[in-house]
């Protein structure tokens, strides 16, 4: 019996280990070229700053990746840093990283097929409460 507990107290700890090891490991990389440092051009890290304020950390609460400390965000600047300077166009990286990580990545949603719903349901949610509403109390001078 003392065996069996052994053996499951070993398999854990090699389980913690193996799920543990990627996220050391990625913190113990050096930031990304353009992570810490901005651009020589004043006029292309204005235009990555402006991009990088509307872009959410995906690891943060959601701050911007201007503003947040993780190395994702630094990671996801460079990113931005690198393909301004590269001479795209702001919108183009902000659809490459919608493409890559998803519409949460910027604090400014697309409606898709996908999203609509999100869009559409708290207004009829409103338009409900309003009827609702008006039925109960809007009538109410018509009571004796």
Request: glycine content about 4%.
């Amino acid at each position: 019996m003392k065996r069996l507990f052994a053996m499951i107290a070993a398999l854990a700890g090699l389980i913690s280990w193996l799920i543990a090891t990627p996220a050391m490991a990625q913190d113990s990389l050096p930031p990304a070229p353009y992570a810490y440092r901005q651009l020589d051009d004043p006029a292309l890290e204005a235009k990555a700053q402006d991009l990088m304020e509307t872009l959410r950390c995906l690891k943060c609460q959601s701050q911007s990746i201007a503003d947040s400390d993780a190395p994702m965000a630094g990671d996801m600047r460079s990113q931005v840093r690198e393909r301004i300077a590269a001479g795209d166009e702001p919108e183009a990286v902000r659809a490459w990283l919608v493409e890559r990580y998803g519409d949460y990545v910027s604090y400014a949603p697309r409606v898709t097929n996908l999203t609509w719903p999100l869009f559409v349901v708290p207004l009829v949610l409103l338009l409900l409460a309003t009827a609702l509403l008006w039925r109960r109390f809007g009538r109410g001078g018509d009571k004796a």
